[in-house]
């Protein structure tokens, strides 16, 4: 066993490093087997809720960007999906794209093309 692995089996929060692959897994399972209707909105929006914020302490209380979308470009997500679920997460807090628009920044590790 690693040292990092010694560490991390006392850490209280390993567990979500151990089971996001398998969620990951399982959410295009279930997508793609038609069976995402067995997850309940509550659980969903607490996934989602619980994921932004993680990025956000991450990025901000790191002063680092990086990818919040696993994979590359379009392999695990289409732009629709991203837009749809941006979309209504700017609504569920009475946000717009105009608010978006204000906060949008480039990466410092992005070109412009």
């Known amino acids: ?9 006392n850490d209280p929060y ?3 490093d151990t089971l996001a ?9 279930m997508v ?3 069976a995402a209707a067995r997850v309940s909105d509550e659980a969903v929006a607490q996934i989602l809720t ?9 990025s901000d209380g790191e002063e680092r960007t990086f990818s919040p979308i696993f994979g590359e470009r379009d392999s695990e997500l289409t732009p629709t999906e991203l837009l749809s679920a941006v ?27």
Do not use: C, N
């Open 21 to 29: 692959p398998k969620l990951l897994e399982t959410s295009r399972e």
């Open 1 to 9: 066993m690693s040292a990092l692995e010694q560490d991390r089996r």
């Open 87 to 113: 979309s209504e997460m700017l609504r569920a807090l009475h946000l717009g794209p105009v608010e978006l628009a204000l906060w949008y920044r480039r990466r410092p590790d992005e070109h412009i093309s």
């Open 14 to 16: 390993a567990w979500i």
């Open 50 to 58: 619980a994921a932004v914020r993680l990025y956000v302490a991450k």
């Open 32 to 34: 793609e087997s038609g």
